[in-house]
Structures are given as structure tokens and as C-alpha cells.
């Protein structure tokens, strides 16, 4: 079986450009996230799918940062206009239920550089 | 607030030696714990989870930790490091408070000498 898919794996983009990272999550998992991971921390959360709604998206910048998860399936994560501090690795993960005791599947990521 | 603590940025060992990282959280009730690693260029991977009942608990590639109540602290180890465990550990919390979520700690990354 397929893990989380992302794509692109590495993107490299002169500052005020957009950006979009794409996310397959596991079959059947009806929990989405993006967690963005600067060097040398630890994930942190941007936004929560259940199924097509996001439940919770309050560490999102909702300036220039926007997702969307169609169909319930797959996702997209966008950047507009990207800052030279958005540069980081950005991880979608993926679980079957919601709940603390919820054990997350992550994807290699995806690497943005903002020159 | 929930909040995980690595005390160690790294952590350099022997192969052959012992291993034990640091872990310490805050939450306010029984917290479930996690343990991933992610090595370089790849996402993270679940080593071993603590929900309840035993406290010492056993992972893939040989790892166990052990949850203290008392001390708040969920260490790994590991008898005899490999070459391949070099890799970043990462500790976490589940947590429900006004909605899931998962909190991870900064990270130690791991170095293995030969």
C-alpha cells in the first residue's frame, strides 16, 4: 500500500511568487494535516481536515496561506505571495479517526526555498 | 498550555553503546505519548506509542520507553545503538483539549560513531 504521496519533493521560488504543494493521503483516511517544520523544530500544525472540512485551521496565516481538500481525498496547500521566511519543510500526514490516541502517517514532505 | 521538552538538541554515541533520550511534557491529564524518528529526507515514522497500562513500552527497531507520572517524563532507550539509527527523534503528545491535537517536541537528532 501507498504511503501519503507529496509532490513536489523540493521547490525553489523568488519571494512574492505562489506556490501549491499537493497531498495523497492514505486510502481510507479520513483525517488530513499540514504541518509545517522549520530547521532544527518539530512539526507544527496548520490545519486539520475531517473529511472535506477543516476543523481546525488556526495556526494558518490566513493572509497568504490557503488549503483545500476536495472530494475529501486528496489536498492542496497554497502559498500567495511566498516571504522569505516560508522557507521549511512542509508535511502532510494523514490518520484513520481523530482523537489524541491518533497516530499520524507522514509524507517525505516537501522542501520550499524562498530566494 | 501543552508543551513537549527535548532537552537535547543531539546526542553523539558509540555504535554498540546504550542509548537514552530525553523527553518531558506538560498536559493536565493522562496524555498519550509518542515517539517518531525521521531520517534525513524523509517524513516522520511512528517508533512506539504509550496509551495506557504497562508503563515500560516496546517499538520497532528495537526501541522500548518508559512513562513516569511522577517525574512527567517519557524516555527512549536503547540497548546497542546501530549506524542507522542515525536519525532525528521526535517526542510527542496527543492531547484533547477543545480539539485534538498532536504536539511535538523540537527534536534530537542523533549521531553515530564508528
Known amino acids: 500500500e501507498a504511503g501519503v504521496v507529496q509532490s513536489p519533493r523540493y521547490k525553489i521560488i523568488e519571494k512574492k511568487q505562489p506556490v501549491a504543494f499537493w497531498c495523497n493521503p492514505i486510502?481510507?483516511?479520513?483525517?488530513l494535516y499540514w504541518y509545517l517544520q522549520n530547521l532544527g523544530q518539530g512539526p507544527e500544525l496548520l490545519i486539520r481536515?475531517?473529511?472535506?472540512?477543516?476543523?481546525?485551521d488556526s495556526q494558518l496565516p490566513k493572509d497568504r496561506f490557503s488549503a483545500e481538500r476536495l472530494k475529501g481525498v486528496d489536498s492542496t496547500l497554497k502559498i500567495q505571495p511566498a516571504e522569505l521566511g516560508d522557507s521549511a519543510v512542509y508535511l502532510c500526514?494523514?490518520?484513520?479517526?481523530?482523537?489524541?490516541?491518533?497516530?499520524?502517517?507522514f509524507g517525505a514532505g516537501s522542501r520550499l526555498t524562498v530566494l | 498550555a501543552q508543551s513537549v521538552t527535548q532537552p537535547d538538541i543531539h546526542i553523539t554515541v558509540s555504535e554498540g553503546a546504550s542509548l537514552e533520550l530525553r523527553c518531558n511534557y506538560s498536559y493536565g491529564a493522562t496524555p498519550y505519548l509518542f515517539w517518531y524518528v525521521q531520517s534525513p529526507g524523509q517524513g516522520l515514522q511512528l517508533l512506539l506509542k504509550?496509551?495506557?497500562?504497562?508503563?515500560l513500552v516496546q517499538g520497532i527497531k528495537g526501541f522500548e520507553a518508559e512513562f513516569k507520572r511522577s517525574q512527567s517524563s517519557f524516555n527512549l532507550r536503547k540497548p546497542s545503538v546501530h549506524w542507522s539509527d542515525a536519525a532525528e527523534y521526535f517526542c510527542a503528545v496527543g492531547a484533547n483539549t477543545g480539539g485534538f491535537k498532536t504536539i511535538f517536541g523540537a527534536g534530537t537528532r542523533l549521531f553515530v560513531k564508528a
Open positions: 500526514a494523514s490518520s484513520s479517526g481523530t482523537g489524541g490516541a491518533n497516530v499520524l502517517t
Open positions: 504509550y496509551f495506557s497500562g504497562d508503563t
Open positions: 481536515y475531517e473529511n472535506e472540512e477543516a476543523v481546525d
Open positions: 486510502s481510507g483516511h479520513n483525517t
